[in-house]
């Protein structure tokens, strides 16, 4: 069974720091890219970052390039979120989610086929 | 960036109706649609991608049509354990980029 577990959430004053874990189980972890997703209150769901499987390509939406960083452990079947410069507008529910069937993708977008069931970053002074 | 729109924003229904929700790309897309279900405090679920294929584990009432532009999630009669929000994803093209989300509401 397929698992993702977030963790490292929490409240950060604007212009700090936090780093979001995500562990992985249930699937070969180094074959497929993960993601960060987030979620807003209230709102809807935005990609963040994708890292792939093993070949160091990272995608980043344009509101986090600079600011946030994805990397991962193949050997520890993590991945992390790395962020920094932290603003009001990063408070948000963070997902982990895996991506979906190779053969179903379209370059560096796909669907996700499992989620995890996030963790709260606050960004308040 | 593709944007998607869902329609409707939010709906109410009884368990057994039929209910359809429609996502629309602002570009061809292809059949590079997925549909998500979220339930309050929960991390999404996968329902379907490629436009129709159903994920495994997904119960058969629900269903995906459309190609281009213009996508159909249908639940053929709705259970208890269906009401929650339902967002499209579009992953033709980067950024992947999600609807709004659609409310479906006892």
């Known amino acids: 069974e397929v698992q993702l577990l977030e963790s490292g959430g929490g409240l950060v004053q604007p212009g700090g720091s936090l780093r979001l874990s995500c562990a992985a189980s249930?699937?070969?972890?180094?074959?497929?890219?993960m993601s960060w997703v987030r979620q807003a209150p209230g709102k809807g769901l935005e990609w963040v970052a994708t890292i792939s499987g093993s070949d160091g390509r990272i995608y980043y939406t344009d509101s986090v390039k600079g600011r946030f960083t994805i990397f991962r452990d193949n050997s520890e079947d993590t991945v992390y979120l790395q962020m920094s410069s932290l603003r009001a507008e990063d408070t948000a529910v963070y997902f982990c989610?895996?991506?979906?069937?190779?053969?179903?993708?379209?370059?560096?977008?796909?669907?996700?086929?499992?989620w995890g069931q996030g963790t709260l970053l606050t960004v308040s002074s | 960036d593709i944007q998607m729109t869902q329609s409707p924003s939010s709906l109410s229904a009884s368990v057994g109706d039929r209910v359809t929700i429609t996502c629309r790309a602002s570009?061809?897309?292809?059949?590079?649609l997925a549909w998500v279900q979220q339930k309050p405090g929960k991390g999404p679920k996968s329902l379907i991608y490629?436009?129709?294929t159903l994920q495994s584990g997904v119960p058969s009432r629900f269903s995906g049509s459309g190609s281009g532009t213009d996508f159909t999630l249908t639940i053929s009669s709705l259970q208890p354990e269906d009401f929650a929000t339902y967002y499209c994803?579009?992953?033709?093209?980067?950024?992947?980029?999600f609807g709004r989300g659609t409310k479906v509401e006892i």
């Open positions: 490629a436009a129709s």
């Open positions: 989610a895996k991506r979906g069937d190779p053969n179903h993708c379209s370059g560096p977008t796909c669907y996700f086929d499992y």
């Open positions: 994803q579009q992953y033709h093209s980067h950024p992947q980029t």
């Open positions: 570009q061809d897309i292809n059949n590079y």
């Open positions: 249930g699937f070969t972890f180094r074959h497929f890219a």
